[in-house]
């Protein structure tokens, strides 16, 4: 049942108590992840006569998703020609970095090798140049000579260079999108764990931190929660989100400068995931991973959290049976790579072969929201769900950090043509 509404308390990102709110927003915005984060400011910047109220569970932005990711800037290689992810990865590219730039966020374009390491890998090597060239990004094909010259210390038969790609903060880029959006006159409210949210005729209310908010119109980008908002809206929901644990080690310092490149590896067509790699962080370390492990917690990150809500959700979806069924081979591998550091160790030598057991050091692990649909296939490209006063991000894989800015403006774009037309 919602309470009675009342004063909204509102909360800025670096925690300090701000002036309250109330009354009817024009519109709200649930999550306040990078995609949230980024629609609410291009809405207010857009829109800056309209009041609009970001709601965020956690007690500070990019507590999830976007602040549990390996930080790359993505230009957009394996996806699919004319996808939402091939056009929101290319747009996001720029616009990410001119971000940066323009906040003092920092990043470094310091380009991908994705590695081929036998003559089976660079013929499927060769189906990914080629989709280079048709989602438009520029890429240099290595022989094994010139790999040698690019990064010394990776061994492979062939490579592919993609200069585009690059590392950036993003947990950075989510706060100052926060700053900016406050300094438009826009509000935030942490602390504020959705309960309930209902449609009328002439607004949708939103059961939140304990209070009743009203709104005019409503945006959810709940990433790990996605699917159980899209439900509580009243949407027909047929997928559900099942997550996966991504496991990451750190090199030591004295490793730093092992690469000069992200190092990706080739990837094969038959695992649903991409497979472990090198990647140079923007704080100057370097991580391996990471690998893709069923977690049994949406939003617990130590390893072994179980949430019995969220295992109980997955037994009860025959989709998840069915994507099991499909990958139960992938599935035991990285359950015995995530229980055995040697066995992540090889994985990791096929392309840096001079790493050791000794280099792997701990690091946080992420969770990735997979949408599964109920025939058990996965959801590669971006979903959308409406209802009369909603709009609902209901899939929003990776790239999503990379594209947060052109999927916002997608959003707003929705918004003006649906909401604000006439």
């Known amino acids: 049942m919602l309470v009675k509404k009342r004063a909204i308390g509102k909360v800025s990102p670096a925690g300090e108590p701000r002036e309250r709110g109330q009354g009817l927003y024009d519109y709200a915005i649930i999550g306040g992840g990078i995609v949230g984060l980024s629609t609410a400011w291009q809405l207010k910047r857009r829109l800056p006569d309209r009041s609009v109220l970001v709601i965020e569970k956690e007690a500070a932005v990019a507590r999830h998703q976007s602040g549990h990711n390996s930080g790359v800037i993505h230009a957009g290689v394996y996806y699919r020609p004319g996808s939402m992810k091939a056009r929101f990865c290319r747009a996001g590219v720029a616009a990410t970095i001119r971000f940066c730039e323009e906040n003092d966020v920092a990043y470094d374009q310091c380009g991908k090798l994705i590695v081929a390491t036998d003559a089976a890998e660079v013929g499927r090597m060769k189906a990914l140049f080629e989709r280079c060239g048709e989602n438009r990004i520029a890429a240099e094909w290595l022989g094994a000579e010139a790999l040698a010259e690019r990064d010394p210390r990776i061994a492979g038969a062939g490579a592919i260079l993609v200069p585009s790609t690059g590392i950036a903060d993003y947990p950075g880029i989510a706060r100052a999108m926060a700053r900016l959006f406050e300094a438009l006159g826009g509000e935030i409210r942490l602390n504020a764990r959705v309960t309930g949210l209902r449609e009328t005729p002439d607004a949708v209310i939103v059961g939140a931190g304990g209070d009743a908010i009203e709104a005019r119109r409503l945006v959810v980008c709940g990433g790990l929660m996605a699917d159980r908002l899209a439900r509580m809206m009243g949407l027909t929901a047929d997928f559900r989100i099942v997550p996966f644990r991504g496991e990451y080690f750190r090199l030591p310092p004295a490793k730093n400068d092992i690469v000069r490149h992200l190092i990706y590896p080739v990837p094969d067509p038959a695992m649903p995931f991409l497979g ?46 069915r994507l099991m069924a499909k990958n139960l081979a992938f599935g035991v591998a990285e359950m015995r790579n995530s229980l055995s550091k040697r066995r992540y160790l090889e994985h990791c030598r096929t392309y840096c072969p001079e790493l050791e057991l000794g280099d792997l050091g701990a690091y946080p692990a992420g969770i990735r929201a997979m949408a599964v649909a109920r025939d058990g296939a996965m959801l590669h490209d971006f979903v959308f769900g409406e209802t009369p006063r909603s709009i609902h991000v209901c899939n929003a894989p990776s790239p999503a950090a990379t594209s947060a800015i052109p ?6 774009d929705k918004i003006i043509e649906r909401f604000e037309a006439g």
Request: proline share 2%; net charge positive.
């Open 276 to 321: 472990v790699h090198l990647t140079r962080m923007i704080d100057g370390s370097v991580t391996v991973g990471p690998n893709a492990v069923l977690s049994f917690a949406r939003e617990r990150y130590t390893k072994g959290a179980v949430s019995a809500r969220d295992v109980a959700a997955m037994a009860c979806f025959g989709g998840f049976w």
């Open 407 to 412: 999927i916002g403006g997608h959003i707003l």
